[in-house]
């Protein structure tokens, strides 16, 4: 199986009013053509800013530090914008939580996305407006005619996500991030986005890296799955490896902590993962009940058990 995206030992920090505020560490793995991935991970555990160091999509005064990340072979950290905005977008497509916010409130869905499709192809407004409609009904929009003619805040947040995917598809991707795509939502329509994001990768083969608190979600449609805690990827693993033998004790604590009504996981404890004292040790540390004396000096490397299944923990080491 081919890589589209190999990312390694991302490191980002903030610069804040009170000095360098570290957000990312030592971050690697990367995505097959194809592949729908799945990042997971508390509130503050560093998984939108992975992703949007990767996109360029952070404030000013976010900081890479150090890192690479290769698309298709290519080193895309040393290219300038302006050679980047040609991946983001064409190469890349983003959908995030609030569709409501990313769509522009004066136009209407037909207008915008007219603009693209002639920006993107280069044709004329009535072929355009074809492909438009095409589009509309491809990501299960039934009454495309309407949703063409409907500004942003006429529609509902399921129809305004399909239109945002909608948008990202005309730009034929390859790559496509989604950060809490369904989070908004009720559960009818969260699972009804997230099978067209499944149907989509599967007869486009395209890449979906797949960010949520959903953990039904990335048991159902994920191949491989990271799980990010304060700042590290702790555990990287197929859906498999992580649900039937998770190996971190906050890969446990996280399974645990799905209530077995719902399908997202609760907090684990009062204390945000972002607020662990020491960035050189286990984010996990101050929570967990196996700490040694190793755990309290430094944080081990990713360490693979076998078959891609790799696991960040002294307490699975003896050296
Ligand atoms: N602009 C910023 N300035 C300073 N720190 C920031 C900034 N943006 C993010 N951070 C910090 O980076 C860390 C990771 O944030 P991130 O948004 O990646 O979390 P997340 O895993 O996506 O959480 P959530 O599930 O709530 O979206 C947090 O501790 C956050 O406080
Ligand atoms: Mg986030």
Same mark, same amino acid.
């Given at each position: 199986m081919s890589k589209i995206l190999e990312v390694n030992n991302l490191n980002v920090a903030f610069d804040t009013a009170s000095g360098e505020i570290p957000a990312v560490h030592d971050v690697s793995f990367d995505v097959n053509e194809g592949e729908i991935y799945g990042i997971v991970g508390e509130s503050g555990s560093g998984k939108s800013v992975s992703m949007k160091t990767i996109m360029r %999509? @952070?404030?000013? @005064?976010?900081? %890479?530090n150090s890192g690479t990340v290769r698309y298709k072979g290519t080193d895309i950290i040393s290219l300038s914008d302006a050679e980047f905005l040609t991946y983001r977008g064409r190469e890349f497509g983003m959908i995030f939580q609030d569709s409501l916010t990313s769509l522009n409130p004066v136009y209407t869905v037909g207008e915008k996305l007219i603009e693209l499709i002639i920006h993107i192809r280069g044709i004329k407004r009535k072929e355009a407006r074809v492909i438009a409609l095409e589009y509309l009904n491809e990501v299960g929009i039934n009454d495309a005619e309407r949703c063409f003619n409907s500004y942003p805040h006429e529609l509902s947040g399921g129809m305004r996500q399909r239109v945002m995917i909608a948008m990202v598809l005309v730009c034929e991707p390859k790559l496509i991030v989604a950060d809490e795509p369904t989070t908004s939502l009720d559960v009818t329509i969260q699972a009804q986005i997230l099978k067209l994001l499944k149907k989509i990768s599967l007869e486009k083969r395209v890449s979906v890296i797949l960010i949520t608190h959903d953990f039904g979600a990335v048991a159902q449609l994920c191949g491989r799955i990271s799980v990010m805690c304060g700042g590290y990827i702790v555990e990287t693993g197929t859906a498999e490896d992580i649900f039937l033998s998770p190996g971190h004790p906050y890969t446990k604590a996280l399974i645990a902590s799905i209530p077995s009504s719902g399908r997202e996981f609760e907090a684990l404890s009062e204390n945000d993962s972002s607020t662990s004292s020491d960035a050189s040790l286990c984010p996990f540390l101050g929570r967990c009940k196996y700490a040694n004396e190793k755990c309290r000096k430094s944080i081990p490397e990713m360490r693979d058990t076998g078959s891609g299944h790799s696991i960040r923990c002294w307490i699975l080491y003896s050296n």
């Open positions: %999509l @952070n404030p000013s @005064n976010g900081r %890479l």
